[in-house]
């Protein structure tokens, strides 16, 4: 069983900062994809940054120069620094790890952190 943690949601004002952390536990044997998506209220789910396999990224147009990917290997933990934060990025935001546990294939999804931002 494989377990995601996320923390870091809040509330800010328009050009505002936060930063998201997503932390993975359990058996992990390997990673297809571990990054960050968010649902807006009435929209669809989007993907907002992520990594892939073989190490590179992949932003939503909407928030390139502004939000930043990161992570630790070791701790199996993502972060997303979010800056210049607009009332359009107000969503909740879902951590997602899919790859490889226990030898069968994995797809996980976070709880969720509400990140609004009021203008």
């Known amino acids: 069983q494989v377990q995601l943690v996320e923390s870091g949601g809040g509330l800010v004002q328009a050009g505002g900062s936060l930063r998201l952390s997503c932390a993975a536990s359990g058996s992990i044997f390997s990673i297809n994809l571990m990054g960050w998506y968010r649902q807006a209220p009435g929209k669809q789910r989007e993907l907002v940054a992520a990594?892939?396999?073989?190490?590179?990224?992949n932003y939503a147009d909407s928030v390139k120069g502004r939000f930043t990917i990161s992570r630790d290997n070791t701790k199996n933990t993502v972060y997303l620094q979010m800056n210049s934060l607009n009332p359009e990025d107000t969503a909740v935001y879902y951590c997602?790890?899919?790859?490889?546990?226990?030898?069968?294939?994995?797809?996980?999804w976070g709880k969720g952190t509400l990140v609004t931002v009021s203008s």
């Open positions: 997602k790890l899919t790859g490889v546990s226990g030898f069968r294939p994995m797809d996980y």
């Open positions: 990594f892939t396999s073989g190490g590179s990224t």
